[in-house]
């Protein structure tokens, strides 16, 4: 849709400074959608929160994008912020489902002229096993895509024929170690889907988890 307002904008003020206006233009409606996207899956979570199952994590990722095997430039680094919720299965808590939402990026750079990185929006699902303060988690990303910037030579080169798709639905294992109310955890996630003409995406991201 970004280059459609992206043309918009360019008839209207029939130079680059308009079609910068149109991409500011996108990134605010995107805001838009990632906010309301929060709220809504607090609510989903629910705001009652308890001490042992509700949230919040951040830290710091690595993406990286591979065709066929062969890795697509260096690693684009950002952080990523989010806050889940882990319900108790059973009796006890030795198996957790673990849910929520969060803001991150994908995408590879080569240099500051040259990359592509996508913001998301993330549903994380997951089962949680604990085994004293230590705890192991695999599950699946559903990972909404909000906006895209891919520039060639410091160009921009997006185009409707080759922007990355909307959706993608990576796995994810991950260990931690739980202290208190703090959680410091690294969680390896891998892309199955082909998102933009045989490319996949990867990650790796390492941060602090905070119960409240």
């Not at 008839?11 to 995107?30: E, Y």
């Not at 592509?116 to 230590?134: A, E, H, N």
């Not at 909000?146 to 409707?160: C, F, H, K, P, R």
């Not at 991950?174 to 082909?194: N, P």
Request: proline share 2%; glycine share 14%; net charge positive.
């Amino acid at each position: 849709m970004t280059p459609i307002i992206n043309k918009l904008f360019c008839k209207i003020g029939g130079n680059r400074k308009a079609k910068r206006v149109g991409k500011k233009f996108m990134k605010l409606c995107n805001m838009r959608v990632f906010v309301l996207g929060i709220v809504a899956c607090l609510l989903f979570l629910g705001i009652e929160a308890n001490a042992q199952g509700f949230g919040v994590r951040s830290g710091y990722q690595v993406a990286y994008t591979n065709n066929n095997g062969n890795r697509i430039g260096d690693g684009l680094g950002h952080f990523y912020l989010g806050a889940f919720r882990n319900n108790k299965l059973g009796i006890g808590s030795l198996l957790m489902l673990h849910t929520g939402v969060e803001y991150m990026q994908k995408g590879h750079r080569t240099d500051d002229a040259n990359f592509r990185k996508m913001d998301y929006l993330s549903i994380p699902v997951g089962l949680r096993t604990k085994f004293g303060p230590m705890f192991a988690q695999v599950g699946v990303n559903g990972n909404f895509k909000l906006s895209e910037t891919y520039e060639v030579n410091g160009s921009d080169a997006l185009t409707s024929s080759n922007e990355t798709n909307s959706f993608d639905l990576p796995a994810h294992i991950g260990l931690g170690i739980k202290v208190l109310i703090f959680e410091l955890e690294a969680r390896y996630h891998q892309g199955f889907l082909d998102v933009n003409d045989g490319n996949k995406n990867s990650y790796l991201q390492i941060g602090l988890a905070i119960g409240l």
